[in-house]
């Protein structure tokens, strides 16, 4: 019942900008951390941003001061802008949430389909 849909990725130049959206929906109680992880093939998914729901944010060293993470929590909506794009930043960016579909039940972990970003001249 819970769906995560990402938007916004594409083709970028080196030095360009993407911004990336992801809305979270469906019978949902709560959401804890929101974050985004990439995956390129041969390697593993890796985080790339988290966010708690008071906004306290963890970055992969790799995207500090690039990358600036971001959240709506009436929206249930993470979103991540990414500036200064290398080409080693394309991969496949995959949404992710902790959710609680009850009251009464823990946090579990949901994916999106993931969007690719390719940053190339």
């Known amino acids: 019942q819970v769906q995560l849909v990402e938007s916004g990725g594409g083709l970028a130049q080196p030095g360009g900008s993407l911004r990336l959206s992801c809305a979270a929906s469906?019978?949902?109680?709560?959401?804890?951390?929101m974050s985004w992880y990439r995956q390129t093939p041969g390697k593993e998914r890796e985080l790339v941003a988290e966010?708690?729901?008071?906004?306290?944010?963890n970055y992969a060293n790799s995207v500090k001061g690039r990358f600036t993470i971001s959240r709506d929590n009436a929206k249930n909506t993470v979103n991540l802008q990414m500036n200064s794009l290398k080409p080693e930043d394309t991969a496949v960016y995959y949404c992710?949430?902790?959710?609680?579909?009850?009251?009464?039940?823990?946090?579990?972990?949901?994916w999106g389909q993931g969007t690719q970003v390719t940053v190339s001249s």
């Open positions: 992710n949430a902790q959710i609680k579909l009850q009251s009464r039940i823990g946090y579990s972990s949901y």
């Open positions: 469906g019978s949902i109680f709560s959401i804890n951390f």
């Open positions: 966010i708690s729901t008071y906004g306290t944010t």
